[in-house]
Nanobody
Framework: VQLQASGGGLVQAGGSLRLSCAAS????????MGWFRQAPGKEREFVAS????????YYADSLKGRFTISKDKAKNTVFLQMNSLKPEDTGVYYC???????????????WGQGTLVTVSS
């Protein structure tokens, strides 16, 4: 099982980026897919999650309204749309997966390699 995140880059404050996470295993039937991020010098934090076979989503309170998680099951890909980006959104963004249905930030055991997002002021 492998995850590969992409779509990071340099963007000005106020801009948008869409990150993608491609999963190598096509049958993530009972998985929860999540996004995390790690800013320079800080611990990794939860961003958002979605259940693979349900419409349910869960967001970090501080990011609601600016970030949106979605998925394309036909392409085995999860997306993170990030709008109104701020310099404090800078960091490495990781996609992750775990078995089950809980949308909380714990229990993820499959991780992608991360993609760097840099937001300039």
């Amino acid at each position: 099982v492998q995850l590969q995140a992409s779509g990071g880059g340099l963007v000005q404050a106020g801009g948008s980026l869409r990150l993608s996470c491609a999963a190598s295993v096509p049958t993530f039937s009972n998985y929860v897919m999540g996004w995390f991020r790690q800013a320079p010098g800080k611990e990794r934090e939860f961003v958002a999650s979605t259940a693979w076979n349900f419409a349910s989503k869960y967001y970090a309170d501080s990011l609601k309204g600016r970030f949106t998680i979605s998925k394309d099951k036909a392409k085995n890909t999860v997306f993170l749309q990030m709008n109104s980006l701020k310099p404090e959104d800078t960091g490495v963004y990781y996609c992750a997966a775990k078995r089950g249905y809980g949308l909380g930030p714990d229990g993820y055991d499959v991780w992608g390699q991360g993609t760097l997002v840099t937001v300039s002021s």
